[in-house]
């Protein structure tokens, strides 16, 4: 479990049994989760606030990428704090049955054809990845426009890892919070460097590589993924060695 803090200029990492999440400062003081990871950032995101010298109320909002489980672990308790939780309309659904999504390949062999990949999954459990709370309520997400949140990130619609996925871009940082449309670990075959997740958990990897388009029109030079480590060297470079890769 780790905060690594100011990995860009007002973004914080909070990295939690191989999942990270995000937080951005606002320029009024208000923060913004990027993500909500696994259950066990909960303690993780306190101790940050504590670093950062802010307050429980100072967090404005959860802006949800996707609505897989292990981005989905604080946010309904959260929510229950009176935080508002974004997300795209068709991610709505899976928020509320974060364990039903649609992927193209049986999850079951990952293991035995990627066994390096077995502590990675297992540290994803001890993290709370079976404990996951459905989120009652979440506000529509428009794509294409500025989220009236701290920070005002512009809402990328990037599809394909689910079918609502979105990337968020803070232009005036360089940066680009891709989710899992783009990552620098499979945590499904601990394979490292930028890539698209395993058809265990994605829906569509055709469309998924489809979507790297998207993210590379963006230019981002930081990429900030939810799985693995930050990338430096720009999206459009991200999104070609990703191409290359190739499904898996």
Do not use: K, N
């Not at 981005?71 to 229950?80: F, K, V």
């Not at 704090?81 to 049955?97: D, K, Q, Y």
């Not at 079918?163 to 680009?176: E, P, Q, S």
């Not at 499904?188 to 590379?216: K, V």
């Amino acid at each position: 479990m780790s905060f690594h803090r100011d990995v860009a200029d007002g973004v914080h990492r909070l990295d939690v049994g191989h999942v990270s999440c995000y937080l951005l400062e606002g320029s009024g003081g208000g923060l913004t989760l990027v993500d909500a990871g696994l259950p066990a950032v909960w303690p993780v995101l306190g101790s940050a606030l504590r670093e950062l010298r802010r307050r429980p109320e100072d967090l404005h909002a959860v802006v949800l990428t996707h609505a897989h489980f292990d981005h989905l672990g604080i946010a309904e308790r959260l929510r229950r704090r009176g935080v508002t939780v974004w997300g795209h309309l068709h991610e709505h659904e899976l928020a509320r049955h974060p364990y039903r999504y649609d992927h193209e390949r049986t999850r079951a062999s990952y293991p035995f054809r990627h066994p390096r990949a077995v502590p990675i999954l297992g540290g994803m459990v001890r993290a709370g990845a079976l404990q996951v709370r459905a989120v009652r309520e979440v506000r529509p997400m428009p794509t294409g426009v500025r989220l009236p949140v701290p920070g005002e990130p512009e809402v990328v619609f990037s599809p394909g890892h689910t079918w609502g996925h979105c990337a968020l871009h803070v232009r005036d940082r360089d940066v680009l919070f891709s989710g899992d449309a783009l990552v620098t670990l499979d945590p499904y075959t601990a394979h490292t460097g930028p890539r698209i997740i395993a058809g265990a958990a994605t829906a569509d990897s055709g469309l998924a590589l489809r979507s790297l388009d998207a993210l590379a029109r963006t230019r981002a030079g930081l990429v900030l993924p939810g799985h693995g480590e930050p990338w430096t060297g720009g999206v459009r470079a991200a999104a070609a060695e990703a191409r290359s890769v190739g499904p898996s």
